[in-house]
């Protein structure tokens, strides 16, 4: 950036500037970019890398702004900042403490652990999409004089019900402040997303897109260890001499538990091997960050619950233990490392041929720039989350599906007819109670739940049992509800659990025993159809033929519809396929021997809505959806599935589909590859 460049730039945030930026040597060009639309009251899309100056791109304008319109007279909260999870928000409250205070304004965060603590609130308040809801509804009046409204890492809730409900939530206060004869500005913070004009458009009217224009460079180095080897050579081979902290991403929390266990005590690492996952409490996880972010050579194992901006210190090594299913989730994994320099370099650690093979296409196509993710599908089952959070909005504690539709974004009231809704309200009788036509209150147990608060939440949760230390009585985190007495992993360490006679489960150390990591079984992340068709084409196949493989055993047919897709068609194929298809199923079917024409009957569009029903369930889980979701008629439920699915899109594709048979061998070994178990 020019001088000329940086004295404009400060001329445009005068009172800010030095807060946010005098500590850095020059401005990032997403900081560059983001100045203008932001400080004359746009609203703005800001997508740009791990690491990339999104949050000083976004706060430096928006104070600036703040602090012209409102003079001495600065009522709070003026800018509301939304983080996806409580450890997000208080790493950003930390963050921001310094610059904020600078500019002599009031910082402050609200989860269920924090609340301001002041009888006004702060001039920034930092707080989660659960604690946003909860604000509209509980105290909608004090958050009247809310100017901004930023939203950040939005990539972590887009497309799924926490991300359906936080538009709903954002419409809401826009709503709020119109009712004062105000405008809400919406600033949204993510990594880089596919269709970032139909992101924003979701969540703001209006909104313009800044994009970060750089990259940085990306290299791997791709390993094969098989499932039942442990990688602790790769890993000791990272830091030899040197030294350094490796994180390490896994898909699974078993597979965390497993390898931190592996090399817990073994050389170069020693004790400094950590785990990081959603079943380890919160006390777990913040003393493995604090323990990570301090050490010089050391390991940590995680799941996605690090993939966003934590502050773990700077990383050395970005490892992934098994391929991610999709490209911006690589991204997102090995951008946590290698941040002081412009390029990223990582080990890719594949546990068969296949996932060399995946890992290869992965990189070609995020060198390219490719996302190659699917189309967002909304959760219709918000509505009766947002309909209870109404309901205590309401003084009254009534409402009418009218009151709801009026209050969701455009896009969600599209969905929905009146007397739809009306018939999902009646039906969730469990929580809503009607009086009249079109009018509803609380059932007794919903009263309870508003009371609580556990309604604002649209997080899944899982049949686990908590584990207390045996010691302490402290929480170690949960694990499926097994028998007691067994040794389990948890932390990465072995534990005799056993039952105590109040019922809880205590655990104590066992340094002799080898334990299993033991959770509930969660769907893999599914393999979106635009990626796995892009397989098809880079493997040497045509992405919307059938390719059929002949095989000793069996005949595999080579379809490019991702997993949740060909999870549908699997069940659709019915006795002709193998039992188990794995993760292979995202590329194609295996039919057993004795089936060697493709049937096209499994395609017909009234077959696959009948399977989809049957198999409602799982479906269900791959697509996300939410906890509410149980609640809504199973018309509904259907009609969301098979909406999210595309059932007929995918019949009228394969009913003209050409099968075309494969011969070449260097193709048919990568299909062997793809579809192995």
Known sequence: MSPDEQARLRARLPRTFAAFYDRFPRLLPVQCAAVEPLVSGKSALITAPTAGGKTEAAMAPLLQRVLDAAGRDLEGPALLYVSPTRALVNDVYRRLTVPVERLGLTLARRTGEYRPTASALPHVLVTTPESFDSMVARMPKRLL??????LDELHALDGGP???QLAAVCERLRKIRASAGGELQVAILSATVERPEDVAAR??????VVRDPGTRKMAANVALVPFTVPPTQKLAELVDGTGGKILVFCN??????WAAGQLKGKLPFGSRVWAHHGSLSQRVREQAEKEFQHARTAVCFATSTLELGIDIGDVDHAVLYGVPPDVPTLLQRVGRAGRRSGSVRFLA????????LRFRHLMQAARAGRLLTDPAHYDPSTVLQQAMSLLLQNPSRAIAPAHVLDRLPAWQAEWWTEDRLEAALEHASDWFHRIAKGHFTPTEQLERTLEIGTMHGNIGGEAEVE????LTGRSLGTIADRASDDAVLLGGRTHEVRQASDGSLRASLDRDSVGEARFTRK??????RALAQDVMQWIGLDPVGIHRVEGEDETWFLLGLGTVAGTLLHASAGARVVKRPGRGVAFGLRFKSGHADWPGQIVEPERLRLVARDISSRLTRQLGFGPWFRFLPVAERHRAVLAALETEVISRRLQVAQVHEVHDEEVRKKVRSLMAQ
Do not use: Q, T
Not at 145 to 150: A, G, H, S
Not at 203 to 208: I, L, Q, S, W
Not at 252 to 257: K, N, T
Not at 523 to 528: F, M, R, T, V
């Open 523 to 528: 769907p893999a992340p599914p393999i979106p």
């Open 252 to 257: 699974a929390r078993a597979d965390v538990e």
């Open 203 to 208: 969540y703001a009217p209006d909104c313009v």
């Open 162 to 164: 926490r991300g359906d």
């Open 467 to 470: 584990v207390l230390e045996e």
């Open 349 to 356: 650690i594949a546990r068969d041929r296949g996932e060399i």
């Open 145 to 150: 004089p809310v100017r901004c409204l930023l």
